[in-house]
């Protein structure tokens, strides 16, 4: 899902990505209560301008507490929530608000078309975070940014969970269809 790196992804694009990114990641998590567990832009796939995610090989049926992978923490460090990175006690984490730390990365990549690898430390704060995407995203909606703020919260607690996710997703796709 790389693009060339003087190429910006328009509001559009961003809009697009979030309703079929976000939504999938909810749905599943909802319908399946499956868990990605590794979302990066290479797992996202392009096809006929569509975005795919893909690459479920480390994802897990949160309903199959038998599964071998339970017990696992699995995913790309650069993109892994910190509560995974910190290896938090496996019964404790929310596999989907994980989820949604490493959709807001991808999504704070593709704002921002740098090494956001910083972004993922302890010393990283919220605020910081908020100063990059408004530095680098003037094109984008102040909405975009806040929901991308909320999943880059380093508590998951504060991350929004599938209803609070799609709901969002709905309220940006009907602003921008406004314009």
């Not at 038998?66 to 892994?80: D, I, P, Q, R, S």
């Not at 999943?151 to 504060?158: C, I, R």
Request: net charge negative; proline share 3%.
């Amino acid at each position: 899902m790389y693009k060339n790196i003087s190429e910006i992804y328009e509001e559009s694009e961003i809009v697009k990505f979030l309703s079929q990114i976000g939504k999938t990641l909810a749905i599943i998590y909802v319908e399946e209560r499956i868990a990605h567990r590794d979302i990066k832009p290479s797992n996202i796939l392009i096809i006929d301008n569509n975005y795919y995610l893909s690459d479920f090989g480390c994802a897990e049926n949160l309903f199959d507490s038998e599964g071998a992978k339970y017990n696992l923490v699995m995913g790309t460090l650069k993109w892994m929530s910190p509560e995974l990175k910190e290896k938090k006690k496996i019964e404790a984490i929310d596999y989907f608000k994980s989820d949604i730390f490493s959709l807001g990365m991808v999504l704070l990549y593709m704002l921002t078309l740098s090494d956001i690898s910083a972004v993922n430390s302890d010393e990283f704060s919220k605020n910081q975070k908020l100063r990059i995407m408004r530095n680098s995203c003037k094109y984008v909606s102040k909405e975009i940014i806040l929901l991308v703020s909320k999943m880059l919260e380093t508590n998951p607690d504060f991350r929004p969970d599938a209803p609070i996710l799609i709901q969002a997703i709905g309220e940006i796709e009907n602003k921008f269809q406004q314009k």
